[in-house]
């Protein structure tokens, strides 16, 4: 359990983030993270104006975005204060997330609400930003890992 005193060299918006010797993938994958808890309540808000009765894969994607919402936030606040033992974390939640948001995309492809162009990008724009995120973490993993076990 992190005590309050290791806590509070965190920051929100860090202006660390801004110097460019900030590893780039932890800025972008944050962000993303960060963007990813704005578009989970929207999720939530847009799935709240369906009528009822609701689909069970409605009730199933609101218990994952409302669910989700809350790692989104913790795993973006943890990478822009580079806190690289959150990346497995980060990894784990967008190997989670990148399925749901598959299921989500179909489900959406079969009710009609991908018929404007606007949607599809967002949507579509969602999922290839998760599959990229997620590989980028994985290839700073890995070549993290190798550069730990040359200077041994």
């Known amino acids: 359990m992190l005590t309050k005193r290791q806590w509070l060299p965190f920051s929100l918006f860090p202006k660390r983030r801004?110097?460019?010797?900030?590893?780039?993938?932890?800025?972008?994958?944050?962000?993303?993270?960060y963007l990813k808890a704005f578009l989970y309540v929207c999720y939530l808000y847009m799935l709240g104006l369906d009528p009822p009765p609701y689909p069970t894969g409605a009730i199933i994607e609101t218990a994952y975005f409302g669910a989700a919402l809350i790692p989104a936030l913790?795993?973006?606040?943890?990478?822009?204060?580079?806190?690289?033992?959150?990346?497995?974390?980060?990894?784990?939640?967008?190997?989670?997330?990148?399925?749901?948001?598959?299921?989500?995309?179909?489900?959406?492809?079969?009710?009609?609400?991908?018929?404007?162009?606007?949607?599809?990008?967002?949507?579509?724009?969602?999922?290839?930003?998760?599959v990229a995120?997620?590989?980028?973490?994985?290839?700073?993993r890995a070549s993290s890992r190798v550069r730990y076990a040359r200077k041994e």
């Open 18 to 33: 801004f110097e460019p010797d900030f590893p780039l993938v932890l800025w972008f994958v944050g962000l993303w993270c």
């Open 74 to 130: 913790f795993i973006g606040y943890a990478l822009w204060n580079e806190k690289t033992k959150f990346v497995i974390a980060a990894i784990l939640f967008l190997a989670i997330d990148t399925p749901v948001l598959i299921y989500h995309l179909g489900r959406m492809l079969e009710a009609g609400f991908l018929d404007s162009a606007l949607t599809k990008m967002l949507e579509f724009g969602s999922l290839i930003l998760n």
């Open 133 to 140: 995120s997620l590989g980028w973490l994985v290839g700073f």
